[in-house]
């Protein structure tokens, strides 16, 4: 089907009505999915662009305002508040809660002083307490969360009601911040500079804290207005309140703040941070090796919004390691970034529907080339050789957030030698050179609860193989930011010069937020040739999907509930041949308790439709079997020395031929307030009854006859994941992460399929054994010291070992779960010891 649209459109100068767009949404909606095509997808960019014209902001009536106090001298930060400055500076309260009766005052009283010299912001906050033995100072590493009693102070410098920072101080003097984005989004990767201390007395406890302009970006102005707000939790009573009331049935966090006045005749600072590093590393694997590096991190304070991080030798290295995974699906699993380099800030290249930059595709195991089966590989890299990076961000005083980012990886090559031993061993190139580059740019409009956005990505490689992306994405609100018009159009670019592929996604999202009812209706179209994976990552194009959600809210204490949500859903998807490929509905229950604990049960239903995944792996579209699905999650109060979780999940086919069941269990043990182990062992056996193998040509008088091989595969998982952490100070901690990882896999029956799009197979015998017995074990042992902010230094121990068994006979597919874990420990593996120091220098 084809949709063309011819006419004018006139625009009143009046705000659209909530109807008008639900009527327009309509129209969407109930067109057929096979018309998402180009002029469609530009109907959907005209009229977004339409509504941009109309869209009213309204700044929440209720707001408090603070008054920052001028300094003449500032206090000495020790959680003593005798400073002069804090006996005149103004006194704020008035806090209420959101936890457990939102709106309701406060229990304990709290009150806080602003004040404000040439380089920083002070803060004091006093946590009075009528039961100061019930405080909960719990002592944690920074930015590692725990249930404890804490307060929390946010800051929107820009004033756009849609990004800011946090700082938070818990009893025990332990840090943790981070960044808003998008009004409602907390990133809790940033890493500012900045300093607190604590104190507990017999009137409570108390916070003092200093925030350097330079660990936030505002622009130059006689005088400022910025967003504020000031959380407190009182662990014990499972009570969390605010300054400004964070109401639940209100849309954004951000947009809810409060407002800090006073401030005036400042300038931002132009900031110059330089971090250098040094780093001695031995890897024990049956040979030694030792090797040591040094390099720096550049941070620059271009302008007041503007900030440049460059490095020079860089150590991209994570210091925990993936955890192990059993993956037999056509698609690659996804891991989040762990890298200080590319974590810090990132939020910039995020802010549309779909990921065009991963950044874990920098520095990837090498492999673009393939190695030709003439080959036997002896030995190979495990990632890319970043030669260096460098990473621009800001926001203008026009309200502009933009980001840019290159990196360069060096060319890698294999040892390999001739499969048949006819020749010398030698250098096979797997990866090119290859530069990447991405640059993002986000508008902020109408007071920041709207924006508009534009990203562009290039791979760039030294052979002729290249690849683009492009996105323009809009998030538009209007009514009190209660309603959302979103979407995304991407359009990508892969291939060699002689094969170019050319793709296309289109995205578009009504939704309602706040209040009792919340809805979502969704429309999305990926064509065939759609490509972001050389710098994004995408599981799959060739793909038009329908998806509505339906969420109601009952945040009232209700019999055993502190408050309870309900959500159903539903979605449908086709590919472009229009296969349906998908048809699911879902039924899904949370609740708090009033104990702290929490409680959440899912119910799905996929009903029968058609599974072109295999299609990936040069196989055919299978017909899939209706299943039935169903999980749960159950917590305790985490503020308890000792807390439990568990995840039982089953799901099973019509017809019982394949099922699934998995559970995992938790324990959190606190011993001492300094003192944390966590151990989650996890059980998980399924039967797929129709697992792809592989396909064979078979050579015929004809030319060749394909042979698409399946199996009926039972498999057994089983995880023990274990955490520790001791920490001596709020600065110095040691934690370790031990993951011994079993994964079982017993093919009963190898069959062929019939016909393309059927489930009728017929028995093959295969003749190989492809029973599969694999062994795991990834450890960290980390001492973290930061001996002055910003500056840490590492000491790690860590440990990868595997085991893949040949031949596998009946005992090896017998689990035996204190046998196989304790294998795991003595497998052959590597022992890597490091040591890291990095030194912040203002200058």
Not at 784 to 794: A, I, V
Not at 812 to 822: G, K, M, Q
């Amino acid at each position: 089907m084809r949709i063309e649209l011819t006419g004018q459109f006139r625009v009143a100068p009046q705000p659209m009505k909530v109807s008008d767009i639900a009527f327009g949404l309509m129209w969407i909606l109930f067109v057929s999915p096979y018309s998402i095509r180009g002029p469609m997808l530009r109907l959907l960019l005209i009229c977004c662009t339409l509504i941009t014209f109309s869209i009213p902001c309204l700044a929440n009536p209720d707001s408090p305002t603070a008054m920052a106090a001028r300094l003449v001298t500032a206090p000495t930060i020790d959680g003593d508040l005798s400073d002069a400055i804090w006996r005149t500076a103004p006194q704020h309260e008035g806090f209420r809660q959101s936890d457990p009766v939102e709106g309701n005052a406060a229990s304990e009283r709290t009150l806080f002083q602003i004040a404000y010299g040439e380089e920083a912001l002070f803060v004091a906050i006093r946590s009075l307490d009528r039961d100061p033995e019930g405080i909960v100072a719990r002592l944690t590493r920074r930015d590692e969360g725990v249930e404890s009693d804490w307060i929390a102070i946010s800051l929107d410098p820009h004033h756009d009601r849609q990004s800011g920072y946090w700082f938070k101080v818990y009893a025990s003097g332990s840090l943790q911040d981070g960044v808003y984005s998008a009004d409602r989004d907390v990133d809790s990767s940033w890493d500012g500079i900045w300093e607190a201390a604590t104190a507990i007395d017999d009137s409570g406890w108390v916070a003092e804290l200093r925030i350097p302009y330079h660990a936030l970006r505002f622009s130059p102005r006689e005088q400022y207005t910025w967003g504020l707000n000031v959380e407190r939790r009182i662990s014990r009573k499972h009570e969390t309140v605010h300054w400004s009331l964070m109401r639940r049935d209100q849309p954004g966090l951000v947009s809810q703040f409060g407002q800090l006045q006073g401030i005036r005749e400042i300038e931002p600072p132009l900031h110059l941070e330089l971090i250098p590093y040094g780093m001695g590393r031995a890897i024990f694997d049956g040979d030694s090796d030792w090797s040591a590096a040094s390099g720096a991190d550049l941070r620059y304070g271009i302008s007041s919004g503007v900030s440049l991080y460059g490095t020079v030798n860089p150590d991209f290295g994570q210091v925990e390691a993936d955890p192990a995974t059993l993956n037999l699906t056509a698609f690659e699993d996804f891991f989040e970034e762990q890298r200080p380099f590319f974590v810090e800030g990132a939020s910039i290249f995020s802010g549309n529907d779909f990921q065009l930059f991963h950044s874990r595709r920098i520095g990837r195991r090498p492999g673009l080339i393939d190695i030709p089966d003439s080959l036997e590989v002896l030995d190979g890299p495990e990632s890319t050789t970043i030669l260096g990076a460098v990473k621009l961000t800001g926001k203008t005083q026009g309200k502009m957030s933009f980001g840019l980012l290159g990196a360069l990886t060096d060319e890698e090559a294999a040892r390999v030698t001739p499969a048949d031993g006819s020749g010398r061993s030698r250098n096979f190139r797997v990866e090119p050179r290859t530069g990447y580059f991405v640059a993002r740019a986000q508008q902020d409009l109408f007071d920041g609860t709207s924006t508009v956005g534009a990203i562009v990505t290039t791979t760039q490689r030294d052979a002729s193989y290249s690849a683009y992306t492009g996105a323009l994405d809009w998030d538009l609100k209007f009514d009190e930011d209660r309603y959302g018009l979103s979407g995304t159009v991407v359009g990508s670019q892969t291939g060699t010069a002689a094969d170019r592929r050319r793709g296309y996604i289109g995205h578009i999202e009504f939704d309602k937020k706040g209040g009792w009812l919340e809805a979502e209706t969704l429309v999305r179209a990926l064509s065939r040739d759609v490509d972001l994976n050389d710098l994004g990552f995408l599981r799959r194009g060739d793909l038009i999907e329908w998806s509505n959600t339906v969420k109601g809210f009952h945040h009232d204490a209700a019999g055993p509930f502190l408050r309870w949500d309900l959500a159903i859903d539903g979605d449908v998807a086709w590919n472009y041949d229009g296969t349906r490929l998908s048809t699911s509905s879902r039924l899904a229950f949370w609740a708090d308790s009033r104990s702290g604990g929490q409680f959440h049960v899912h119910l799905g239903r996929e009903f029968a439709a058609m599974d072109d995944s295999d299609v990936r792996r040069d196989g055919p579209v299978i017909e899939q079997l209706a299943e039935s699905w169903a999980h749960s999650y159950i917590s305790t109060d985490e503020g308890r020395a000792v807390s439990f979780t568990m995840r039982p999940e089953i799901r099973r086919t019509d017809g019982g031929d394949s099922w699934g069941r998995s559970l995992t269990v938790g324990m959190q043990y606190r011993p001492l307030p300094s003192v944390w182990l966590a151990v989650e062992p996890s059980y998980e056996t399924r039967r797929n009854d129709a697992q792809w193998v592989e396909r064979i040509d078979e050579i015929t008088a004809d030319g060749t006859a394909p042979h698409f091989i399946y199996g009926e595969l039972e498999s057994r998982i089983l995880d023990f994941s274990t955490r520790a952490r001791v920490s001596f100070t709020p600065d110095l901690s040691v934690e370790l992460y031990l993951q011994p990882f079993v994964a079982i896999g017993d093919y009963r029956r190898f069959k062929e399929l019939t016909g393309a799009e059927t489930y009728d197979f017929r028995t093959y015998d295969l003749g190989e054994n492809r029973d599969f017995h694999r062994r795991s074990l990834k450890s960290n042992l980390v001492l973290r010291w930061e001996f002055q902010p910003g500056s840490q230094l590492y000491l790690v121990w860590s440990q990868s070992r595997s085991a893949s068994l040949e031949d596998v006979d009946e005992s090896d597919l017998e689990l035996r779960p204190l046998r196989r874990l304790s294998s795991a420990f003595s497998d052959g593996g590597a022992n890597v010891l490091l040591t890291k120091i990095n030194y912040w220098l203002p200058l």
